[in-house]
């Protein structure tokens, strides 16, 4: 029986559990010492049965939201976790990318708990990284370690290293002045840990650690902050060309990842398809969900 119900995506149920409401709590988490902060929210008969959890990584400097997708993800029975990392919008510590990854890494590995498993009925090999912009490197770069990851979604991802390796350290820079509202030891400190670790954050050199992981990708056609021809690409042409070489030699009981680009004629921020967006991601935990 499929953990999720897309009947729900844009419509409400019409009757609910009064012993068994939606509802959501604030998170409060401890990540590598700093309290990060958010909420955890959950469907209606959470008790029924197992869900899918998706934990949201928002971008940078993290004020563009989407309580649009996580609403439609609980609609059809996800858990979802919606932090915000630490120097960002009172959560504790200093902003870093890095820091950012590890918050990931936390966080899943808190929902992997046994105790977060049983809190919130999740089914524990159902567990989604989903990001926007520098979410998508978050989301990226904190699943190609955990083995449990059930798949990664990124929209409009962001490669932090990709203008380091272009030459354009000043536009990089430029981009990073909007972090000035985050709690930080200055943009320079964030730049200067974009340098020092950008063979481990490159998009690229994640291929080894993904190749074989459900990912899902959105594109925008116009977008003028993330280069997708010099940041999405080089990664995805990796995989295809990986995907290509090996389907004829896998196993007839063995299934290949699921792995889609999705591109539409928009700006950065996904704004004018986010119907098509919900659905897509929807539809693709349905099933990498159901799939065996």
Known sequence: MSLVNLEYLFEEPTNLNEESLPDYASLDFLSN????????????????KRHPC???????????RNDDISHALCR?????IVPHHRGAWGSQGKYLITHCVEDAVNLANYAHSKEFLEKYNVQENQIYLLGHSMGGNSALNAGKNLDFIRGIIMLAPYDPTCFLRLGKDAYMKALLNEGKILNSDGIDSIYEDIVENSEKLAFPNAFD???????????AKYDTVSSN?????PLWKKLIQYREENQNHKKDDEELPLQKLV????EHGLLGRRISIIREIANFIKITGDAK
């Open 54 to 64: 998706v934990i949201m990584l928002h971008g940078f400097p993290g004020s563009a």
């Open 33 to 48: 010492g700093s309290h990060i902060y958010g909420e955890i929210m959950w469907p209606h008969n959470l008790k029924e």
């Open 229 to 233: 021809e010099e940041m999405i690409h």
């Open 263 to 266: 591109e539409y004629p928009v």
């Open 76 to 80: 059809i029975g996800c858990v979802v």
């Open 209 to 219: 650690s993904v190749k074989e992981k459900n990912i899902l990708i959105f594109e």
